[in-house]
């Protein structure tokens, strides 16, 4: 079984400053990992994946991760957030089955960001 | 590319009454299509996923159905609605690992 923690339900970071939100997965065959943005009533949209080769992944609106084997991290970095980044986070892991890619998302973190 | 749509975007109804919420996917063929329903505090919640025609997988025992009638067409149902069915519904697809989102429908039970 596949599982997700992300820890800290807000965080809250001034404009310009470091973005940090953590992910720790838990999955028994080698996982791709995700991570989507979600704003106010609207759908998610990808931020990045990792599925396989570099474990250094970059993605939309500056955000990067990197997928770290030995501690089943997937961190979400931003090296200067912006009032545009509020929103809501969400990680995820996946593994392949019969019926089809299932994914298994965290219960998500809110970003504030202070100017 | 790729497109998902969602309809109707916002839903009021009576407890007691019933629900369809459609989903349709443009510019591919044969993908795998999910349902989540996000409702205030439980995060995203696998309702159902189809990985072609007529293939539906449930996810929880719950009041709600689903179908997929034709290859790009996800549709949600319920005969009869209950309060806890309030919530902001998600349908998503996927052609590979990686799934994308539609726009959601916001349905509030009364």
């Known amino acids: 079984a596949q599982s997700v923690t992300q820890l800290g339900s807000h965080v809250s970071v001034s404009e310009g400053a470091l ?15 995700f991570w989507y943005v979600q704003y106010p009533n609207q759908g998610l ?13 970059k993605g939309i609106n500056g955000f990067e991760a990197e997928f770290k084997k030995s501690e089943t991290s997937f961190h979400l970095t931003k090296p200067s957030a912006h009032m545009s980044d509020a929103a809501e986070y969400f990680c995820a892991v996946s593994g392949a089955s019969e019926y089809g890619n299932k994914l298994v998302f965290g219960a998500g973190t809110i970003l504030r960001v202070k100017s | 590319s790729q497109t998902i749509h969602q309809w109707p975007a916002t839903l009021v109804q009576p407890v007691g009454s019933p629900l369809s919420l459609e989903c349709t996917v443009e510019g591919t063929s044969n993908p ?10 439980r995060g995203l919640q696998l309702l159902f996923y189809s990985v072609g025609i007529g293939q539906i997988s449930s996810e929880v025992p719950q009041n709600l159905s689903a179908s997929r ?19 902001f519904y998600l349908c998503a697809w996927a052609g590979g690992a990686t799934q ?8 509030l039970v009364l």
């Open chain 1, 19 to 33: 973005v940090l939100l953590r992910c720790n997965y838990s999955s028994s065959v080698p996982p791709y990992l």
């Open chain 2, 100 to 107: 994308y989102f539609g726009p959601g429908t916001r349905l």
């Open chain 2, 69 to 87: 009638p034709q290859d790009r067409q996800f549709i949600l149902s319920s005969k009869k609605l209950l309060l806890s069915d309030s919530g």
């Open chain 1, 45 to 57: 949209q990808l931020l990045l994946k990792y599925t396989t080769g570099a474990t250094l992944v």
């Open chain 2, 32 to 41: 795998n299509l999910y349902w989540y329903r996000q409702a205030a505090g």
